[in-house]
């Protein structure tokens, strides 16, 4: 199993990215799946997580600018960031619980972190 993260780069304050995150392998099901960044000399933190029936949550500082989202057939989550800050600037890291075959239950996978980064 393996989680292949993309979309990061340099943006201006308040512009706008995407990130996606696919999962592929020999995948029986995922549970849920999420986004944490971490900047430099700080811990991780979790960004936003969705269960397998769409539930949500986020962290406080950016609710109302970030949106995650799924699509299971594709099993692929997705972060759309909007009205970007400087503070926004991390590594940012996918993950998701996965039931892989063969296996005795769920256990969790992280993607590569993709930089994102928010100068002007």
């Known amino acids: 199993v393996q989680l292949q993260a993309s979309g990061g780069g340099l943006v201006q304050p308040g512009g706008s990215l995407r990130l996606s995150c696919a999962a592929s392998?020999?995948?029986?099901?995922?549970?849920?799946m999420g986004w944490h960044r971490q900047a430099p000399g700080k811990q991780r933190e979790l960004v936003a997580g969705?269960?397998?029936?769409?539930?949500?949550n986020y962290l406080d500082s950016v609710k109302g600018r970030f949106t995650i989202s799924r699509d299971n057939a594709k099993k692929t989550v997705y972060l759309q960031m909007n009205s970007l800050k400087p503070e926004d600037t991390a590594a940012y890291y996918c993950?998701?619980?996965?039931?892989?075959?063969?296996?005795?239950?769920?256990?969790?996978?992280w993607g590569q972190g993709t930089q994102v980064t928010v100068s002007s």
């Open positions: 969705i269960t397998s029936s769409g539930g949500t």
């Open positions: 392998g020999s995948i029986f099901s995922i549970n849920t």
């Open positions: 993950n998701a619980n996965i039931y892989e075959y063969g296996s005795s239950g769920y256990r969790d996978y």
